[in-house]
């Protein structure tokens, strides 16, 4: 069975919420998007330019400042049409979880290794760092239930990654206290 492209229904539908250039786009993916997807800028101005060839997108020229021209990007109708298929159909197939530091984990063979409290101590504090990160972001966002139900969705994928971030955090300071007993 052919991969289906994710990248393409996350552009329909971030032109969904409103019309956004190439730039507004790519910076999507370093801000809410970022948090679950990731995409750089030489996958997503070729993906744009085939869905505008196929008829899904289409531009408009819009002028900032004095002179200069950007490509603004909408919906077309059959945009529409194929977003609300992707977003209404099941997904029936779990992510792939690539973690690099739990696949070092797995090759460390003894507990008494002297680089296992660091590299495990040093993973905690980035996943607190991003707890308190996504944390901030929910306050900013989503300061009133009003908010929390104008997005949903939205709000819903940010509770998610700091549950995430809480539960992973936590289970590296309980692994923690686990070697330091046994050391």
Partial sequence: MARKNTLRYILLGLLSKKKMSGYELNQSFKNEIGEFWQAKHSQIYPELAKME???????????????????????????????????HAATNELPVNRDEFVLKLYFVKDVNDPALIEIIDQQR??????????????????????EQHENYGHYLILTHAINRETEYTNWLTEVLK???KRN
């Fill in 53 to 87: 060839e196929q008829g899904i997108i289409k531009h408009e020229i819009a002028i900032t400042g004095s002179k200069l021209e950007k490509k603004v990007y909408q919906l077309t109708e059959e945009g529409k049409e194929q977003l609300n298929e992707w977003i």
């Fill in 125 to 146: 504090e980035l996943h607190e760092e991003k707890r308190q990160h996504l944390l901030e972001r929910q306050k900013l966002i989503f300061p009133t239930e009003k």
């Fill in 178 to 180: 686990e070697i330091k």
